[in-house]
């Protein structure tokens, strides 16, 4: 089992950044691709961003793509997402996911309780 803890949401202007956090424990954290999803009011969970194992292998939305950037510190147990140039639609809960790398909801076993990120105009 890995337990996850999402933190470093918040309310932010348009423009803005945040910088997520997800803390985890349990199994080896490095034996884990981990990726961030996101789900706003009606809409379905969506992938944003993942990393692999090892840090070398990013993948992002195109939504999302050269605004957030995803880290991880395998040290801490640890994966970031930090988002920059936020704008209102990036408005949702977001998810950390541990699993296998991808973009697909179902690659991912064990999921964090979702953070909430509001983006004003």
């Known amino acids: 089992q890995v337990q996850l803890v999402e933190s470093g949401g918040g309310l932010v202007q348009a423009g803005g950044s945040l910088r997520l956090s997800c803390a985890a424990s349990g199994r080896t954290f490095s034996w884990y691709a981990m990726g961030w999803f996101r789900q706003a009011p009606g809409k379905e969970r969506e992938f944003v961003a993942v990393?692999?194992?090892?840090?070398?292998?990013?993948d992002y939305s195109d939504s999302v793509k050269g605004r957030f950037t995803i880290s991880r510190d395998n040290a801490k147990n640890t994966v970031y997402l930090q988002m920059n140039s936020l704008k209102p639609e990036d408005t949702a809960v977001y998810y950390c996911a541990a699993g296998t790398y991808g973009m697909i909801k179902s690659l991912y076993n064990y999921w964090g309780q979702g953070t909430q990120v509001i983006v004003s105009s």
């Open positions: 990393i692999s194992r090892s840090g070398g292998s990013t």
